[in-house]
């Protein structure tokens, strides 16, 4: 089984609102991670956490706030978004191989609109 | 700087003809390379990857890549092309978990 999940798969949202992303594997994978992908673009890396510790975050301003609370679940927790953050927000997840890359498994990922 | 490039942005191919994409690296030392699909509106979908030995992999789909150290290249292939492979196709590169970088993509129209 090779399958993350996300939920929701679309979400609209206000500038002023506080919303959830929830991310799911039972891979026995450690290393979990949030992309951002505009149209058209390829997914950019936001947050990686291994061990349930975040080891990168890429500048990601601090309306976008990361939570791993066990080895399967990661959440992207939202607040004041600006409509610039609308997007496909992609998780995935790895084997941790030592600093090695392993492969990354993608989630569906979340429509997030920000109006 | 550790890069990867996908010169192609667009590529239009007939139903039933082969296909290849391309892609090449900037390292310093071989990066583990993937290609993935995406559907529209949809996650990336691993195709097949490269770490070592055999520098032609299988993947999915009837798709396979060849690694090139002398070119720097990671092209993917497919002797037939069907109506359902028409998606955006993105090769990434990296040699941590940290520092996965995918090609800018190239999107696949299949011609009936």
């Known amino acids: 089984d090779t399958e993350v999940t996300q939920t929701p798969k679309h979400l609209v949202m206000g500038m002023t609102n506080k919303k959830s992303l929830k991310c799911e594997q039972h891979?026995?994978?450690?290393?979990m991670y949030w992309y951002k992908q505009k149209a058209k673009k390829p997914p950019e890396l936001m947050f990686v956490?291994?061990?349930?510790?975040?080891?990168i975050n890429e500048s990601v301003p601090s309306r976008f706030s990361p939570e791993c609370p066990n080895s399967s679940l990661l959440n992207l927790h939202l607040h004041a978004l600006q409509p610039e953050d609308s997007a496909l927000y992609l998780c995935?997840?790895?084997?941790?191989?030592?600093?090695?890359?392993?492969?990354?498994?993608f989630g569906p990922g979340t429509r997030l609109t920000v109006l | 700087a550790q890069s990867v490039t996908q010169p192609d942005i667009h590529i239009t191919v007939s139903e039933g003809a082969s296909l290849e994409l391309r892609c090449n690296y900037s390292?310093?030392?071989?990066?583990?390379l993937f290609w993935y699909v995406q559907s529209p509106g949809q996650g990336l979908q691993l195709l097949l990857k490269?770490?070592?030995?055999?520098?032609l992999v299988q993947g999915i789909k009837g798709f396979e890549a060849e690694f090139k150290r002398s070119q720097s290249s990671f092209n993917l292939r497919k002797p037939s092309v069907h109506w359902s492979d028409a998606a955006e196709y993105f090769c990434?590169?990296?040699?941590?978990?940290?520092?996965?970088?995918f090609g800018a993509g190239t999107r696949l129209t299949v011609k009936p």
């Open positions: 995935a997840s790895s084997q941790v191989r030592g600093v090695s890359t392993d492969t990354q498994y």
């Open positions: 891979m026995g994978h450690r290393a």
């Open positions: 956490y291994s061990y349930e510790k975040l080891s």
């Open positions: 390292y310093g030392a071989t990066p583990y």
């Open positions: 490269y770490f070592s030995g055999d520098t």
């Open positions: 990434a590169g990296g040699r941590n978990n940290n520092d996965m970088r």
